[in-house]
């Protein structure tokens, strides 16, 4: 092959395609160099995980670093005091149920046939009553008894009398069955041992605490044996996915950015990868730079913090890690 003869033909193909790379680099780094770059820590959200209930803890099944998934069981209290609850709670319900059920049915019949002969009984014994009365005024116009046994006669028609009056309604209320108070009464008492009887299920089920959400353990903060109330936490769970940068963006730059918009995290930990993320958050106020924000410009000047999210599928990222965020600003995105 001449070259002197190829040379001229391939010179200008070389030109064009030194030109095309040229363009491309030049406008690879004008894209870069308009990417708004913060600084900022890693920061990831925790949970105070505590019993609702108090008590003595039982057992304790995950240690610190354990991932776990939202309703895995994670702890046990000593849960006699609220299982015996629960089945105090459970036998008054069925107790009144009964009652309720008495009510509502009415009067058996074998109960109104008792009531009607205790009432024939008791007009049999008025008779009676009445007729030693007739025989003892007859007795007394001749004298035959004294006044006092006179007055005994008398006396007894009278409680003779009241007896049959009161077995009568007795009996009457035996036919008619409970009152209808007496019945709204009974039901209502039975709502009030079922109520009882859910909140002693829902104690016993508060002995045992579920993790809320997936995360991982950071601390177990009490042990097996320790006392749990409301107020002490037995597990810190980091929710680390998705975690986010905390960073401080300045005032000239805020117009640059909106939530949403993608970014890239960068971190020494890991060079070279590029952890995928978005801003979350723009806090609505201003401060100034805090000491801890590290930026090319370090003199004091009002900032907003942002928040940019981050996927962190490996667990990579941890709490206070430096990171550096690139956003693309708004001209660059989808070229």
Do not use: C
């Amino acid at each position: 092959m001449d070259i002197k003869k190829v040379l001229p033909k391939a010179v200008p193909v070389l030109l064009i395609l030194a030109a095309v790379a040229g363009y491309l680099i030049f406008k690879h780094e004008r894209e870069k160099s308009g990417r708004l770059t913060l600084y900022g820590n890693v920061d990831i959200r925790q949970i105070q995980a505590a019993f609702y209930s108090t008590g003595r803890i039982l057992q304790l099944h995950v240690r610190e670093g354990d991932p776990v998934k939202a309703g895995q069981l994670i702890a046990e209290l000593d849960a006699t005091r609220y299982e015996a609850s629960a089945a105090k709670a459970e036998a008054q319900v069925a107790m009144q149920k009964q009652v309720v059920a008495r009510m509502l049915a009415g009067s058996r019949p074998e109960e109104i046939v008792q009531a009607k002969a205790r009432a024939r009984e008791a007009e049999a014994a008025l008779n009676d009553a009445v007729q030693k009365q007739t025989r003892a005024l007859a007795l007394a116009k001749d004298e035959y008894i004294s006044q006092q046994q006179l007055d005994d006669a008398r006396t007894a028609v009278d409680i003779r009398r009241a007896n049959l009056e009161a077995v009568l309604q007795s009996s009457e209320l035996a036919v008619q069955g409970p009152r209808k108070e007496d019945i709204a009464s009974a039901q209502a008492q039975l709502n009030f041992s079922e109520a009882a009887l859910v909140l002693a299920k829902q104690e016993l089920a508060d002995a045992k605490l579920y993790a809320p959400a997936d995360g991982i353990i950071q601390n177990r903060i009490l042990e097996a044996g320790d006392m749990a109330t409301l107020q002490n936490p037995v597990y810190t769970l980091a929710l680390n996915n998705p975690v986010w940068v905390r960073a401080y963006v300045p005032e000239p730059d805020l117009g640059k950015i909106s939530e949403g918009m993608p970014a890239e995290v960068i971190t020494d930990s890991f060079p070279g990868k590029v952890y995928e993320g978005w801003i979350g958050y723009i806090s609505p106020s201003s401060e100034f730079t805090p000491k801890q924000v590290e930026t090319t410009d370090l003199r004091t000047r009002l900032v907003y913090q942002v928040r940019i999210y981050v996927k962190n599928p490996q667990n990579e990222l941890r709490l206070g890690m430096p990171a550096t965020v690139h956003i693309l600003p708004r001209s660059a995105q989808g070229k």
